[in-house]
């Protein structure tokens, strides 16, 4: 490498990010054999085991639905329990940094920077490789965690699951939390292939945790292949609500843990993570899971700003969960959703799952090659019959209408992408009444 190298590299975070942005010729390209032959330079796997300072249990989440919040979970439980814990999670609401998490405190702005020189470096060794954004981020992300001297580390898939960056690390444990169509350009519609390529996580001898009672059969098959052993909700675990927003937890290798906290999250997920932190080691105690369930908070999942509820959701899947929790929300006013979706996304399964819960719609555009406009939003609501009283050309367009608008007991739900709730959360004096 010329002594000049690092002359002309990027100096600040933004800049590296712009960079990964133009290197690759296209923004999603399955597969492993690039990523894994920058990261065997940047000697951060050996026997598909993740090298640093310390060897960490390596727990990898995918699923449709569900990753975040158990990755937060996890990764709760384990600081909880006294465990040095590191975690990537994508994409990111604000802040870049968000992706990577060290003992709970988001990655620097050096750090992420000493972590982009080393995959540069590496990249640029003879052959030169090209790699795309997320692959970029993701060995950057694998070389701070291995910096870090963790004892465990949380990985979430970006995409699918058999081909995602992600896999190039062999997990301790496995776990897929959901399955239904979403991403279908790359995934396809078949639920039970989309199934395979999740579990395509599984390690031959190595726990595969199934976090859902609704998995297609393919997801238990992959695993029954190879063989891994299978730990399915329902079955080797289970969870029980109780009084007062209470549950309990029954597991393997796990002791039954009652009269727990509500986390916020939807329990499936926490029993899943309770599950998947047991099978890694971690001996559960009362004391820890109550105070990390207590704790855990995950922005942009039913997070809430005075009447202003913000989630994620993005697919029909996700927006029937937040149906349901909104069901359960007291009788008052007015119901709206401040709806923006990519243009990949399905807007109509969206709507028609927000419907029942909904009354009011402001549709609102999001910018870039992937945004919908909100004249598509209005014509997908109005042929459900709902109810579109403003267009605007950006999230904090469609808040600032609205919130001249609101009456004491309106609630707003803001969904339909990141980037419609990331828009809001960061945008000054969001949530403060007119």
Not at 86 to 100: A, C, D, F, K, Q
Not at 271 to 281: D, F, K, S
Not at 351 to 367: F, M, Q, R, T
């Amino acid at each position: 490498m010329p002594d000049t190298f690092s002359n002309d590299l990027p100096k600040t975070l933004p800049a590296w990010l712009a960079h990964w942005e133009q290197l690759h010729p296209v923004g999603i390209d399955m597969g492993l054999a690039r990523v894994s032959e920058v990261a065997e330079r940047m000697g951060l796997i050996r026997g598909g085991r993740l090298q640093g300072e310390r060897s960490p249990q390596v727990i990898t989440v995918a699923g449709t639905n569900g990753k975040g919040s158990t990755v937060a979970l996890l990764a709760s439980l384990a600081h909880a329990h006294g465990k040095r814990a590191g975690s990537y999670t994508s994409p990111h609401l604000i802040h870049y940094n968000e992706r990577v998490t060290l003992d709970g405190e988001p990655a620097s702005d050096a750090l992420l920077v000493q972590g982009f020189v080393q995959v540069e470096k590496a990249r640029r060794a003879v052959p030169e490789i090209s790699l795309t954004y997320f692959e970029a981020g993701t060995l950057c992300a694998l070389w701070c965690l291995a910096q870090s001297a963790l004892d465990v580390v949380v990985l979430e898939v970006g995409l699918g699951g058999r081909l995602d960056a992600v896999n190039i690390i062999d997990a301790d444990v496995a776990i897929v939390t959901t399955i239904a169509q979403d991403h279908a350009g790359f995934l396809g519609n078949d639920i039970a292939q989309i199934g395979r390529e999740k579990a395509g996580i599984f390690r031959a001898g190595r726990p595969a945790v199934l976090g859902s009672q609704t998995l297609p059969s393919s997801v238990a098959e992959t695993a029954a292949a190879l063989p891994a052993p299978v730990y399915a909700l329902g079955e080797a675990f289970s969870r029980t609500p109780l009084e007062h927003g209470a549950w309990s937890f029954q597991g393997s290798s796990a002791p039954s843990l009652t009269a727990l906290p509500d986390p916020g999250l939807p329990l499936d997920n926490a029993a899943t993570a309770l599950q998947a932190l047991a099978l890694a080691g971690v001996e559960l105690t009362p004391p820890a899971v109550a105070a990390a369930l207590e704790q855990v908070s995950l922005p942009g999942r039913m997070q809430w700003r005075g009447q202003w509820c913000l989630d994620v959701g993005h697919n029909p899947h996700a927006a029937a969960y937040v149906a349901e929790r909104f069901k359960a929300l007291p009788e008052g006013g007015r119901r709206w959703c401040l709806l923006g979706m990519l243009d990949d996304k399905d807007a109509a399964g969206v709507i028609a799952a927000l419907k029942p819960v909904i009354s009011d719609w402001v549709c609102v555009s999001l910018d870039g090659p992937r945004g919908r406009d909100a004249d598509a939003l209005v014509n997908d609501v109005a042929a459900q019959g709902g109810r579109v009283h403003h267009c605007a050309g950006s999230p904090e367009g469609g808040a600032e209408w609205l919130r001249e608008r609101l009456a004491d007991d309106d609630i707003v739900l803001v969904a339909g992408s990141f980037f419609t709730v990331g828009a809001l959360l960061a945008a000054p004096h969001f949530g403060s009444s007119g």
